[in-house]
């Protein structure tokens, strides 16, 4: 069974086309984003998660970019809870602790079918280029509603907002490929679903 999936969004705030593949042996990611630093966040997620990953964005970044941030990451919850649709064979719970630099940031991830978000540490303001640090919370926290995950993320410490976000993003990178490798048969929970 292939685990991948591909969505379409568009209203008349933003466009997007994600797609993404669990499973690809491919070192293929394609982001393009109307916020560089986005983009390379995005970027980071795909190469350092192992996911096949294509995501285009266009939107209404003359207003904000709060609506593509947080639209993408609908999209890529949407993307992984179909991909994992019966959620067969999978680890379930992931956990990463990623050091950069000057920041250690830990995630742990559980796609359980029930959406929780926790984020603690995390009071950055202002920009990091054009991006607005803010909007982290706002990705994630769409995103784990979107995936109906658990996620968790503690900033233990750190002092560079460019480091603290990007490890934000490889752990959670991290934590959602040791969820969804495949490492048993039928599906992780006493109650026979998820």
Same mark, same amino acid.
């Given at each position: 069974?292939?685990?991948?999936?591909?969505?379409?969004?568009?209203?008349?705030?933003?466009? #997007?086309?994600?797609?993404?593949?669990?499973?690809?042996?491919? %070192? /293929? =990611?394609?982001? +393009?984003?109307?916020?560089? &630093?986005?983009?390379?966040?995005?970027?980071?997620?795909?190469?350092?998660?192992?996911?096949?990953?294509?995501?285009?964005?266009?939107?209404?970044?003359?207003?904000?970019?709060?609506?593509?941030?947080?639209?993408?990451?609908?999209?890529?919850?949407?993307?992984?809870?179909?991909?994992?649709?019966?959620?067969?064979? #999978?680890?379930?719970?992931?956990?990463?602790?990623?050091?950069? %630099? /000057? =920041?250690?940031? +830990?995630?742990?991830?559980? &796609?359980?079918?029930?959406?929780?978000?926790?984020?603690?540490?995390?009071?950055?303001?202002?920009?990091?280029?054009?991006?607005?640090?803010?909007?982290?919370?706002?990705?994630?926290?769409?995103?784990?509603?979107?995936?109906?995950?658990?996620?968790?993320?503690?900033?233990?410490?750190?002092?560079?907002?460019?480091? #603290?976000?990007?490890?934000?993003?490889?752990?959670?990178?991290?934590?959602?490929?040791?969820?969804?490798?495949?490492?048993?048969?039928?599906?992780?929970?006493?109650?026979?679903?998820?």
């Amino acid at each position: 069974m292939t685990r991948n999936a591909h969505i379409e969004r568009k209203t008349r705030e933003t466009s #997007i086309n994600l797609q993404l593949d669990l499973d690809s042996t491919l %070192d /293929d =990611a394609t982001i +393009e984003t109307p916020i560089g &630093f986005f983009t390379h966040m995005l970027e980071a997620f795909a190469r350092h998660s192992g996911f096949s990953v294509s995501i285009r964005v266009a939107g209404d970044t003359h207003v904000d970019d709060h609506h593509s941030v947080e639209d993408t990451g609908i999209c890529l919850g949407q993307c992984l809870s179909k991909a994992i649709a019966d959620k067969n064979q #999978i680890a379930r719970f992931g956990s990463a602790l990623i050091p950069m %630099d /000057d =920041a250690l940031v +830990e995630v742990a991830v559980d &796609f359980c079918g029930r959406s929780a978000f926790i984020i603690n540490g995390y009071s950055i303001t202002g920009k990091v280029g054009s991006f607005d640090a803010e909007l982290v919370p706002e990705f994630f926290q769409a995103l784990s509603q979107s995936a109906a995950m658990n996620l968790h993320i503690n900033v233990r410490y750190g002092n560079n907002k460019h480091h #603290i976000i990007e490890a934000i993003f490889k752990a959670f990178a991290h934590a959602c490929r040791q969820a969804l490798t495949r490492n048993r048969e039928g599906i992780l929970s006493t109650k026979g679903v998820l």
